[in-house]
């Protein structure tokens, strides 16, 4: 089977316009829109003093991620969630929340608590992955602040962070899904890898028929190619 051209005309191995607008919003201690594509995503990180009850007198800090897609970012009205989250909702909440956690050294953070909150202005596909993505920017540049203030101590981060979906749609693997691409992908992926190439997650699922692990390890070398150039967007952003 030939396959078709993508909807916006890229490469298999290509990303799409990936950018990043600091200080998006004045008051939280990091802020950034992310641009990715026509998904758009504003990540705003807050620092509390204090643990979850199951943490404190551990000497440990925690980090912590709120989702939510608002009511027109998507091509019908999403309700808001009140009260009662979906699964949906909660599964990317964790995700989020393990992704950065696994770059942060939480013993030296303290009894603090780091909150990052998610909101999906317009969402085009890859929402998760460019909360984890941007949500590491607010990050560093929230860390950076408070450690230039000594309210936190300095190199706090261990490695950058960034997160990409990939798949099998036409027959053909592909780096970073567009919703088009995602909605009839025959597997999807989505993959967190840290700075030097390890892996910290990987969600993945075949939507229709099994695949094989050579598909497996494409999709993962084109996951860390596609890490790789996103990082060198975080890095430079944040200089």
Sequence with gaps: MIPIPRPDGRRPDELRPVRFFLDYVDYPEGSVLVEWG?????????????VPRWLAGSGQGWLTAEYALLPRSTHTRT????????????????FIGRSLRAGLDLIRLGERTLILDCDV??????????????????LALALRRLAARGVVPPDLIRTPVAAVSVGIVQGEV????????????????????????????????????????????RMLD??????????????????
Excluded at 126 to 138: C, D, E, W
Excluded at 195 to 217: C, H, M, N, W
């Design 222 to 239: 084109l996951a860390r190619r596609g890490i790789a150039a996103l990082i060198a967007v975080q890095e430079e952003a944040l200089r």
């Design 79 to 94: 309700p808001r969630e009140n009260g009662l989250t979906g699964g949906r909702t909660q599964e990317i909440r964790r």
């Design 121 to 138: 202005l317009q969402a085009d596909g890859g929402t998760r992955t460019a909360a984890v993505t941007g949500g590491y920017v607010a």
């Design 38 to 50: 026509r998904t758009r995503v504003l990540c705003n990180l807050t620092l509390q003093e204090g």
């Design 174 to 217: 592909r780096l970073d899904l567009c919703y088009e691409e995602d909605s009839q992908a025959e597997v999807d992926l989505n993959v967190v890898m840290t700075g030097d190439g390890r892996l910290i997650e990987v969600q993945g699922t075949a939507e229709k028929s099994p695949f094989s692990r050579y598909r497996l390890e």
